[in-house]
């Protein structure tokens, strides 16, 4: 049984006001004691106003970071980690997910199971063939190729390499040193495994189905892209160029 009191989960929001009230009553439905922080880039369409509505109706578990502009989904992140990890230092777990419901919090407490013996949890759509439901054709062979270029440019053994849906042990996060972290869009997602993994942290594959969102517009775009093929190509120099840091001992799990 998963004590939830250890978690945070981390759930950046740019108009998402048709899916952050049900996500967030599932989210407490999974993990009833878990700390939430919704991180919103001022959404226009009210999002941030709801996201106060759910602090009021879930006092103490859930809370809110406001920022003054969208940056990007990398900045957004390393904001609500800093943020988490200082309000809630004896946490042992950070979890990130979408907003969306493309992530089935029925997978939140099992993924906080999977960390007994890693440090880096990443739901993958891809360990058992392709596990994802209502996406085109054209999206999916974007998402194919992108994975399997990260992989080897970059060594990543993992599966998804741009999965957005991770659960990492809190001395994972603070040894990656997020404010060196350059990249923004979802590269974000391999930049930040990479990191881990070069520091000798232990990387784990959960399988799961993902799921298009059913309401609002993915934050996919032609300079997100370019960004992941300029970022990954960075990531390969340094794995061909720069030593790996120091190994590091495995955590100590019970």
């Known amino acids: 049984m ?4 250890r978690v945070v989960v981390i759930i950046p929001t740019y108009n998402e006001k048709g899916n952050i009230e049900p996500l967030i009553g599932r989210v407490v439905e999974e993990l ?17 106003e709801i996201a ?6 879930h006092p103490g578990s859930v809370a809110v970071l406001h920022r003054q502009r969208k940056e ?29 419901f493309s ?37 999916l062979i974007v998402s194919r190729l992108g994975t399997a270029y990260a992989r080897v440019v970059t060594g990543l053994p993992i ?9 990492y042990r809190a001395e994972t996060l603070h040894a990656i040193d997020l404010k060196s972290i350059r990249s923004n869009g979802y590269v974000f997602q391999v930049e930040t495994s990479f990191r ?3 520091l000798g942290f232990r990387l784990k594959d959960f399988p ?24 990954v190509a960075r990531l390969g120099l340094e794995r061909l160029f720069v030593r790996n840091a120091s190994p590091r001992a495995p955590s100590q799990t019970g």
């Open 196 to 198: 881990a993994w070069r």
């Open 32 to 48: 009833p004691d878990a700390q939430i922080l919704i991180v919103d880039d001022d959404s226009p369409d009210g999002t941030g």
């Open 103 to 139: 992530h089935d919090p029925s997978y939140l407490g099992p993924m906080v199971e999977a960390a007994a013996d890693a440090d880096l949890v990443i739901a993958s759509r891809y360990t058992r063939g392709v596990s994802i439901v209502n996406w085109p054709l054209h999206r």
């Open 208 to 231: 799961i189905i993902f799921y298009e969102r059913q309401w609002g517009a993915t934050k996919l775009n032609l300079s997100i892209a370019f960004e992941a093929l300029c970022v």
């Open 72 to 100: 990007g989904l990398g900045a957004a992140y390393v904001a609500g980690f800093l943020h988490a990890m200082e309000a809630w230092p004896d946490s042992e777990f950070l979890i990130q997910m979408d907003a969306d």
């Open 52 to 57: 106060n509505s759910l602090v009021s109706r």
């Open 159 to 167: 599966t998804d390499c741009t999965s957005g849906f991770k659960c």
């Open 2 to 5: 998963v004590d939830s009191k």
